[in-house]
């Protein structure tokens, strides 16, 4: 058996992953980290980006996070965002719609967000 590692992934308002990966990466304050099993201990600061997940049946679960922190000790990681969305979850003609109505607007928090929904679903 592979090496896993649990993961619980967070939104403020729900529960959005749960279950055992052997990868996880996702972007932090320090840039883009991927946590293995028998990651050392850390704590760090997630920046808005998509949170790839390498579940140990080997499928990929990908979703777009915004904000919130990571943390990871005794082969447990959790992701606690403000905002997340699995890519599958995602409308992309809306995101596609916010994206440029933000552009417009020169609204550039929501254009970020828009902007990592969409790579999300293209990622996943």
Not at 19 to 39: F, K, N, Q, W, Y
Not at 49 to 75: K, L, M, Q, W
């Amino acid at each position: 058996m592979a090496a896993e590692l649990h993961v619980e992934l967070v939104a403020a308002d729900r529960s959005v992953w749960s279950g055992e990966a052997t990868l996880v990466v996702a972007r932090t304050a320090s840039g883009d980290i991927g946590v293995m099993p028998g990651h050392q201990p850390l704590l760090g600061v997630l920046e808005s980006g998509p949170v790839t997940i390498r579940t140990t049946e080997g499928s990929t679960v990908v979703a777009a996070v915004h904000g919130g922190f990571i943390s990871f000790a005794d082969n447990k990681l959790s992701l606690l965002a403000e905002i997340a969305e699995l890519a599958d979850e995602i409308d992309v003609k809306r995101a596609e719609r916010a994206l440029e109505r933000a552009k417009s607007d020169t609204d550039g928090a929501a254009e970020r967000r828009a902007d990592v929904r969409l790579r999300a679903v293209a990622a996943g």
